[in-house]
């Protein structure tokens, strides 16, 4: 699947575009390369993840890292992750958004 849309803003309800803060301080503007390279790499309470599935994580994630205006082609199965990952660690708000985003839609 190949996949274009890494570089896509959020927008809250209303309109703005959601930031996100950089180590320096700066803000910029929250793409869905950052949230899914994030959620990619989080571990959550509930995880237990095996070197194998951190192998598979970190590899997804420099998949797609550095990569907002390029094409990146994505199994289906990293697509699921992907929004499986978005959906555990943010609201509906990003979530649903992403999810559109990773399916093409703009």
């Known amino acids: 699947m190949k996949i274009n849309t890494f570089s896509k803003t959020f927008i809250d309800l209303e309109n703005d575009i959601i930031k996100s803060q950089k180590k320096n301080g700066e803000l910029e503007d929250l793409t869905l390369a950052q949230v899914c390279v994030f959620t990619i790499l989080q571990e959550f ?45 943010y609201g509906s708000l990003i979530y649903g958004q992403a999810e559109k985003y990773l399916e093409g839609e703009n």
């Open 45 to 89: 309470e509930d995880e237990k993840p095996t070197g194998q599935d951190k192998s598979y994580r970190y590899s997804l994630a420099m998949k797609i890292k550095g990569h907002n205006n390029l094409t990146v082609d994505l199994s289906v199965e990293d697509v699921a992750f992907c929004k499986e990952r978005i959906a555990k660690g």
